[in-house]
């Protein structure tokens, strides 16, 4: 809640005068400086600030105590964004090169030609959703709200920008504009997740969880010999009384087992941290709101609980048609060629306005 600036104007006057005559009073034997005084005075007048107003809560102070935080994290997503998008490809790209250069070679000569067949299918088939997606997350803009004045219905104004703002649009501190359907900044994708993009960004979440699961399944084993490998020959160089002595690992064989380690340690820990993002997701969508709304929405059900009220959201058009409105499937055959298949269809409306759903009826049997 913003304060009167008339209250303000008064207060400092206030204590301005109470300053001087202290001075006064005190004659030239004061020795706080002018400055000091004036700064002390500022920092009452904001101590002063935070409880005077009755309407104020422990939300509103703590977001005033959190705000030199919430700008410092700011200011490194936005200078450091490039560098996660780099950090993320390098990842990527070394674990496709432990893929292709350790584990293929074993897949070729020890599996059945129906069990190469299907690793190759299935492998290729996750990596190309994989990079398209992240792709067009990164290079999709998220949609903005228009700057020229228009038709178009609005429930605020941004603060910020000086704009009208449509239903499910908010302001990204990072990127310093309104976004539509914003879901939030990603880092990783040094882009904000919003109407035109949010597909592409879940789906690209999606098809990461699962390469990172085939992975780290697929490679238990290999990990296990790895690290056992390692183990006993860690031990044996310990035990020097032993008179028995294993033979030293060549360095091929120690990258080897290094590399298998390192492939199914990333993937095991990125398979569980971007699979519980992935859950969230999927229940935000099946819920027909964003991480935005789902925080706002918490807010009004208990306003209006008290109130003896039900809330209900109305961008909620059921489990499966929020999935269909998500996911841009209009007809049965988009499952496959815009689901199992990287597609780069536009989302179902303009992200402006919200009065086009539910939509037609010959899509409700989909």
Known sequence: MRLCPTFLLQRWLWLCVCARQWHCSNGNNCRLPLCVRQIWAYLRLMVDSLYYNTLTNSDVVMDSLMEPIFWMVDLLTRRFGAVFVCLLVILTTSILLVVYVVMLPLIINTYSASWIAWHMSYGHWNLVMIVFHYYKATNTGPGYP???????????????????????????????????????????????????????????????????????????NLFLDAYSAIEVHTNSLRETWSTYQTPPLMFRDKMFHTSIIYMWVLTSVVAVALGGLTIWHAVLISRGETSIERHLNNKETKRMRKCGKVYKNSFNYGRLNNWKVFLGVEKKSHWLTRVLLPSGHVPIGNGLTWDIYPFRKDMMPV
């Not at 501190?173 to 592409?200: E, S």
Request: with cysteine.
């Open 146 to 220: 228009p700057t020229m004045k228009n038709s178009i219905p609005f429930v605020s104004m941004c603060k910020k920008c000086i704009i009208p703002k449509p239903a499910r649009t908010h302001h990204c501190a990072i990127c310093n504009t309104c976004i539509l359907k914003m879901d939030h900044h990603c880092p990783w994708l040094n882009n904000c997740v919003g109407h035109f993009n949010q597909r592409y960004f879940f789906c690209f979440c999606v098809s990461m969880t699962l390469g990172c699961v085939y992975c780290s399944i697929s490679g238990r």
